[in-house]
């Protein structure tokens, strides 16, 4: 049987990885100093960015989430320029596969975006996320003030001291993100039928929204 899953889990991480490779052109204005940068907000609307193993899985988390308008799938957390997901696998870029949230703030509140962040994860799992390991899987949860950095440390905190075990999550000041391939963007739902969709990205997908329905969009809540 661990012989079986081994090859179950490689066929899987093989589905995902042999998507077509494209450069993306796209990026957010950042310095190179160690201080979070604050993303200006775009008509009432803020970003939040975090990284839990596949993008694809953690974009139609977010997706499906009241008051999100918009998630983007991306890279974010590493050392290099114009990252891809042919360079980022290889771990050597530092950089983890990440989404870019934007929210209304009114209606989601950042602090519920982190509630969301460690509820739909294995959060004790270090360098990946189910069948997804390696560094580019990592959790990751980036800050952009100290508002928000205090927030995401008590949440660990106290989910550590509940689970009685380390928490995984780096917490990280936000720098850069790089957006994905365009293929990667809104990849659960334009391929449904894709074998790592139906058997990790669908299956996290429904466990978080019966963990949280009363986070979800009316046409998601069914």
Known sequence: MKFLSLIFIIILSACKGNSQQKESDHQHTTS???????VAPQDGYEFAYFASGCFWCVEAIYESVHGVKEVVSGYAGGHTKNPT?????????GHAEAVEVLYDPNIVSFSSLVDIYFGSQNPTQTNGQGPDRGSQYRSIIFYQNEAQKEI????KTKLSQKLNSTIAAEVLPFHKFWVAEAYHQ??????????YIQNVSIPRLKKFQS??????????SH
């Open 152 to 155: 995401i440390i008590k949440k």
């Open 32 to 38: 190179a100093n160690q201080n979070p940068i604050q």
């Open 186 to 195: 809104d990849y659960e739902k334009r391929n449904p039928s894709n074998s």
């Open 85 to 93: 997901y042919e360079s980022s696998n290889t771990g050597r870029t």
């Open 211 to 220: 963990k949280f329905p009363e986070l979800l969009k009316k046409s998601n």
